[in-house]
């Protein structure tokens, strides 16, 4: 079991995956929404561990960094607007990293991860 901290992990060390009690997370980054507890619980039970949120909701979020460490970008398209969803789409395929779209539903978000 390995007992170090967050940013040690998905901060500024380029780890893609954190081993906590013998399982492999895979680091997920979301865009949109406000209130992700619920979902980030679920992504939790899933094998994912949330490094980053941005909500979408302040003009700066139009031209932010996506984390270098991120395996999967997460957009909530009922939460953004298209230029910002324009720029994850150009960063994310820039860096390499899988770009998944969805409602804020966990029905939708679980049958995208799982493909």
């Known amino acids: 079991m390995v007992t170090s901290t967050?940013?040690?992990y998905c901060g500024e060390v380029n780890i893609t995956r954190i081993w906590r009690k013998g399982?492999?997370?895979?680091?997920?980054?979301?865009?949109g929404g406000?209130?992700?507890?619920?979902?980030?619980?679920n992504l939790y039970?899933?094998?994912f561990f949330v490094i980053k949120h941005i909500s979408g909701r302040k003009k700066s979020?139009?031209?932010v960094e996506i984390p270098k460490n991120t395996d999967i970008v997460l957009v909530f398209i009922d939460y953004?607007?298209?230029?910002?969803?324009?720029?994850?789409k150009r960063e994310s395929k820039?860096?390499?990293?899988?770009?998944?779209?969805s409602k804020r539903a966990w029905s939708y978000i679980e049958?995208?991860?799982c493909e």
């Open 6 to 8: 967050f940013n040690q």
């Open 23 to 31: 399982v492999d997370f895979m680091c997920i980054t979301i865009v």
């Open 34 to 41: 406000d209130n992700i507890a619920k979902i980030n619980g």
């Open 45 to 47: 039970k899933n094998g």
């Open 61 to 63: 979020h139009k031209c």
């Open 80 to 88: 953004v607007n298209h230029k910002l969803c324009e720029h994850i």
């Open 94 to 101: 820039k860096m390499g990293i899988k770009a998944v779209y």
């Open 111 to 113: 049958t995208l991860l």
